[in-house]
């Protein structure tokens, strides 16, 4: 093994601990005062990562040990904090705080996703790290979507 390699479990427990953490942070900002647009866009943020969190359960479920134990020749920085800080999103958030924050930890994972899949060389671990790079990037899509449909409002 090379100083430069990184199994693909925890490159998935890292993706699905960042969800964990957007989750618990949405469910404390729900229970708070937001204003109604604030409120509205955390309930869809919270049943996006959800899903997120538990498609990437499911994946850890079902993938073979092998492709799970297997290497990718990446080191991607797997620090859950440097890509999502609680703390980003202030207590009563606007729908701008909100956005910033959940792109910008979009963006992080997709980014770990995309250079995790690029340097994969096994065919089912590429296939298994190309499927959650898309849907990431498909629920940063639809999210970029519902907020332009909310800015309508």
């Not at 964990?20 to 604030?38: T, Y």
């Not at 850890?60 to 080191?75: C, E, I, Q, S």
């Not at 997709?110 to 065919?123: G, H, K, N, P, Y």
Request: proline share 4%; hydrophobic share 40%.
């Amino acid at each position: 093994m090379s100083c430069c390699q990184t199994q693909v479990r925890p490159i998935l427990l890292f993706v699905q601990k960042v969800h964990l953490a957007v989750i618990d942070r949405l469910e404390d900002l729900i229970e708070g005062e937001l204003s109604p647009r604030a409120q509205f866009l955390a309930d869809y943020l919270l049943k996006q990562e959800r899903l997120l969190e538990e498609a990437v359960h499911q994946g850890l479920k079902r993938a073979d040990a092998g492709t799970l134990n297997a290497f990718v020749d990446a080191k991607p920085s797997l620090d859950a904090s440097g890509v999502f800080e609680p703390a980003r999103i202030p207590d009563s958030p606007t729908v701008d705080d909100l956005t910033g924050t959940i792109f910008t930890t979009r963006d992080a994972l997709i980014e770990v996703l995309r250079e995790s899949t690029r340097c994969a060389s096994d065919r089912k671990v590429k296939e298994l790290l190309l499927s959650f790079w898309k849907l990431e990037e498909a629920e940063r899509n639809q999210l970029a979507c519902s907020v332009m449909q909310l800015d309508g409002l």
